[in-house]
């Protein structure tokens, strides 16, 4: 499977129209925001908090619905020259499932993102995995619908008591990749469910990612989870991920993931 050591992570690069002032787009891997079938409007203001040590969200996965994205936001990101991963989420299986086989014949699309480690899946209509067999399913119905030569992307919570069990799952399932790095569980100042993000979790999201490194050596994995720097992607580099998602860090400085990309890029080719 084909990756760039960096990659943008769902819902933080905006529709990519947001990063085209910042970063050259022409073969950068990008993760869109989740994509239901249905439009969603979103949870209520205020959606985003600011933290001492990252930020709490809850968006409620708002976006335009899989047509809409299609018709607009998908042609675009082609012609910008991404290498487009489509995050899909869903409140049943069959959705996910409907997803995958409606995109499988959408010209553009590299892979896909399963978001199946959403911090708060309930209050998100998402449907619930809250088992490794459950995480198992989900990737197993998408890919049956999905091309086998794309990759499939199957991102998990950084739950470190259970990671390496829902990784050797969903890849037994059929995932190419294990994503490993979406915000945990938290609150907003007035008690609603939220996810934490930023450098509060890196530490958090690296010890899962060395756990499934050493337990499944072969399995491709995704490290993320406050990366800011070239220093934070290479900590999850030197653990034995393939690449690294930045996020949050996007939303305080959109060339972060041009400065980390062009860092990583000398160190591979120093010529």
Not at 147 to 153: A, N, W
Request: glycine share 12%.
């Amino acid at each position: 499977m084909r990756l760039g050591p960096v990659m943008v992570a769902s819902g933080c690069g905006g529709t990519g129209r947001e990063l085209a002032a910042f970063t050259d787009l022409v073969g950068l891997d990008f993760v869109t925001r989740s994509i239901t079938l249905d439009p969603r409007p979103g949870h209520a203001a205020p959606r985003v908090v600011e933290t001492p040590s990252g930020l709490v969200n809850a968006i409620g996965l708002q976006n335009p619905g899989l047509e809409h994205f299609l018709a607009t936001e998908l042609p675009w990101l082609v012609r910008a020259g991404v290498r487009v991963f489509v995050s899909i989420a869903g409140a049943t299986m069959g959705e996910y499932a409907d997803l995958a086989r409606r995109l499988s014949r959408a010209p553009g699309v590299a892979g896909l993102e399963i978001n199946i480690g959403a911090p708060d899946q309930a209050g998100s209509d998402l449907f619930d995995v809250r088992e490794p067999y459950h995480a198992a399913s989900v990737v197993g119905a998408v890919r049956r619908e999905f091309p086998g030569d794309l990759p499939v992307l199957a991102k998990l919570r950084p739950d470190a008591s259970r990671i390496v069990e829902g990784a050797r799952g969903v890849v037994d399932a059929g995932a190419s990749a294990v994503v490993i790095g979406n915000a945990v569980p938290a609150a907003m100042p007035d008690g609603r469910p939220g996810g934490l993000s930023g450098p509060a979790i890196g530490p958090v999201a690296l010890r899962c990612v060395a756990a499934v490194t050493e337990a499944l050596p072969d399995v491709v994995v995704i490290g993320g989870g406050g990366v800011a720097s070239e220093q934070d992607a290479r900590r999850f580099l030197d653990l034995g991920a393939r690449a690294v998602q930045i996020g949050t860090a996007l939303l305080h400085d959109p060339t972060t993931v041009a400065r980390v990309r062009a860092a990583l890029t000398r160190e591979e080719d120093p010529a």
